[in-house]
């Protein structure tokens, strides 16, 4: 079972800056796609943003302008940086990375973010 290690999250107030890591094992080579997706209280799962080896993102229209993913091929790492955060913002954040050989995903553990407002 491949597990991803996230970092950041926390608590903040509304209109700060938070900023979430992620890394995949770099033994695997075949990941083509990280990103993450968050879960608020009550909520489905959602795509928050991904960003693709060649370096084509795509972003959650809640979140454009305000969110920024960014990745490092070689270290197998994903990083989401989030600016004026709002308190709908508010969920666990999880880091997800798709597998192209193994035609699997795998999921980091979740990261709390809490906006207050």
């Known amino acids: 079972q491949v597990q991803l290690v996230e970092s950041g999250g926390g608590l903040v107030q509304a209109g700060g800056s938070l900023r979430l890591s992620c890394a995949a094992p770099v033994m695997i080579t075949s990941i083509n796609r990280m990103g993450w997706y968050r879960q608020g209280p009550g909520k489905q799962r959602e795509l928050v943003a991904q960003i693709t080896n060649g370096g084509t993102t795509n972003y959650a229209d809640s979140v454009k302008g305000r969110f920024t993913v960014t990745r490092d091929n070689a270290k197998n790492t994903v990083h989401l940086q989030m600016n004026s955060l709002k308190p709908e913002d508010t969920a666990v954040y999880y880091c997800?990375?798709?597998?192209?050989?193994?035609?699997?995903?795998?999921w980091g553990q979740g990261t709390q973010v809490t906006v207050s407002s």
């Open positions: 997800n990375a798709r597998d192209w050989r193994e035609s699997a995903d795998y």
